[in-house]
């Protein structure tokens, strides 16, 4: 995740939020962040030993200081951000738990067995993020949409990733889907498109496709224009799907983006569309 004061992919899906609805995402991007970082800013630090405690200790700040902004004393300045909206929007803090828990999951699972094991880490850390914010769009009956639009996200951030994963001695791909293509960590790490590492990539593509598909299955329909938010980060990163692919799913010599004029351009359409839709 990346904080809203910086560049970030989900920028102009904010933009179209009511000025509270904004605010209220706005914080929670930047408390959740801020979690985040505390592993992922410091992977060499969290690779250690004693590192790890020192990581694990700084993740149990975090819950104390979530326990803190739901009593109504937190004391950092993303706590502060935070805490006036959990009231207001009655956020769930079972939610914000479970995203630390899948932060703290960076220390203990550096390698994913199966599919099911990385939906548990996806669930965590990019579906509770989408059950967060249904609450505060209002639609707190499009659990199924969050979730599986949370689980698709966070698999296109795997794939557009594997490089730099990789250099973090991390590997999120399933051992399993490895192994059924033939394709070992070190061809991955050689940075080279065979026809098997291209295969093992498209069958995570599809797999991410899927997710995508079963979002806009879920997605109730009265409830598309409160949810132009969410459906313009699908659109975004729908399209680095699109690009990676077209890229023959080279994700090894440069980092894939969807450059700033093309997000313009599907937010204006994603949120278009969704009026279209609410006058039909």
Do not use: K
Not at 63 to 84: H, K, V
Not at 135 to 160: C, D, M, P, S, W
Not at 193 to 203: E, H, K, N, S
Not at 226 to 245: C, F, K, N, P, T
Request: glycine content about 4%; overall charge negative.
């Amino acid at each position: 995740m990346a904080p809203v004061s910086r560049p970030t992919s989900f920028y102009y899906a904010f933009l179209v939020l009511p000025r509270s609805e904004r605010e209220a995402v706005i914080a929670v991007w930047d408390f959740c962040r801020a979690v985040d970082d505390t592993v992922d800013e410091q992977p060499e630090l969290a690779a250690r030993h004693d590192g790890s405690l020192a990581v694990r200790a700084a993740l149990e700040a975090w819950r104390a200081e979530l326990d803190r902004c739901y009593s109504g004393s937190p004391e950092t300045p993303q706590g502060r951000q935070l805490q006036p909206w959990l009231r207001q929007f009655d956020l769930s803090r079972q939610a914000f738990a479970d995203l630390i828990d899948g932060v703290e999951m960076d220390l203990d699972w550096r390698r994913y067995r199966t599919f099911e094991e990385l939906y548990e880490y996806c669930w965590r850390v990019a579906s509770t993020v989408g059950l967060i914010c249904i609450e505060i769009f209002g639609v707190r009956h499009a659990r199924e949409y969050a979730v599986n639009l949370g689980v698709a996200l966070q698999l296109t951030n795997i794939l557009r990733d594997v490089a730099a994963d990789l250099e973090r001695g991390r590997v999120y791909l399933p051992m399993d889907d490895l192994a059924r293509f033939e394709v070992s960590e070190s061809d991955l790490a050689a940075g080279r498109i065979t026809d098997r590492v291209g295969a093992l990539l498209a069958f995570e593509a599809e797999r991410a496709h899927d997710y995508y598909r079963r979002a806009r299955a879920a997605l109730p329909p009265r409830d598309r224009q409160a949810l132009v938010s969410a459906e313009i980060m699908a659109a975004v990163y729908g399209e680095l799907l699109a690009r990676i692919e077209r890229h023959g799913y080279d994700v090894f010599s440069e980092r894939v983006r969807v450059p700033r004029p093309r997000q313009i351009v599907l937010a204006l359409r994603t949120w278009l569309g969704s009026r279209v839709h609410a006058t039909a």
